[in-house]
């Protein structure tokens, strides 16, 4: 019997529902050829549902959602909306109620795509960051007090618990030896400053390496120092570790050397539940309905997301399909730059799998 998987899809904002179109357009290619089932049920949250209903997220949702093997999410963001409502109120909340402690970003270029970067190519661009996604300022704690006097008071506190930082670590060591590249993993902190919660990473980190991954090398950067490494000599990488915040930011600075938002796949795991793969890049909203927004990040979620389900070669085949046409057929990586439609491009990859 052929192994089936139930896929919740949240097409969302603006050029959402285009990409994910053709993401599942590989997706289907991928489970005919390497026989499975794949069945997508689509959930109708984002700004559209917001501005007629009032509701961001049904309460209902973060257990809705629980009931599938995984989630395939477009893009959440509408300019009809004040920017963090969405945000906060869908994405935030979903990888928090499902507890996705990690965000995982590969930073990866491939053939045939322009860097930034001068002097790198393929073999310069290929590591991993990996984001923990359920601490730091992200959690909400904090607040004001006098607001609006002179004296107003903003605090964002930066939470980090033990339990937090071990499994992140965990997730981080397992994934660097899984990959088994230079089997290093760099933790990317702030010890210099941020005295208390990188005391704790750092503690941690090297507490957990120097008992259970003796074969891991482990290094540590500043992330100001990060930043400039990942311009200036990005084949150091192998695994980078960090926190919420940082990884959010960095790893914007990873997508643009890899060719920027048109490529960039992410997935917020919970290694024991349910997770939720995403295209980095927003929702594009003066590109909606074009017909000319790039996929590739949609369908590279999409084999991000059969990586996760177990089905490897599938996976394989997506990012080899997506290689040859970075390759061979894309004049650029940019929207309406590429020569080719959306659907044109997913057609593309998906006749090669
Ligand atoms: C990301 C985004 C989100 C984040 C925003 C939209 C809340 O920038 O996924 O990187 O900060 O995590
Ligand atoms: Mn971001």
Partial sequence: MSKSYNIAVIPGDGTGPEVIREGIKVLNAAASRYGFKLS???FDFGGERYLKTGEVLPDSAPDDLRQYDTILLGAIGHPDVRPGILEKGILLRLRFELDQY??????????GVDTPLKNK???HIDYVVVRENSGDVYTGSGGVTMKGTPHEVAIQNMVYNRMQVDRCLRYAFEYTRKRDRRKTLALCGKTNVLTYVFDLWERAFHEMGASDYPD?????????????WMVKNPEWFDVIVTTNMFGDIITDLGAI??????IAAGGNINPRGVSMFEPIGGSAPKYTGMNIINPLAAIACGAMMLEHLGEAEAATAVEKAIMDVTANKLKDLG?????????????LVAERI
Avoid: W
């Fill in 40 to 42: 997508f049920d689509e």
């Fill in 102 to 111: 990690i965000n995982l970003r590969p930073v990866k270029l491939y053939p």
């Fill in 121 to 123: 190519g393929p073999e």
């Fill in 216 to 228: 891991i090398t482990r290094e540590y950067y500043h992330v100001d120092a990060t930043c400039m």
């Fill in 257 to 262: 050397t890899q060719g920027g938002m048109g």
């Fill in 335 to 347: 929207a309406g730059k590429m020569g080719y439609s959306t659907t044109e491009v997913g057609d």
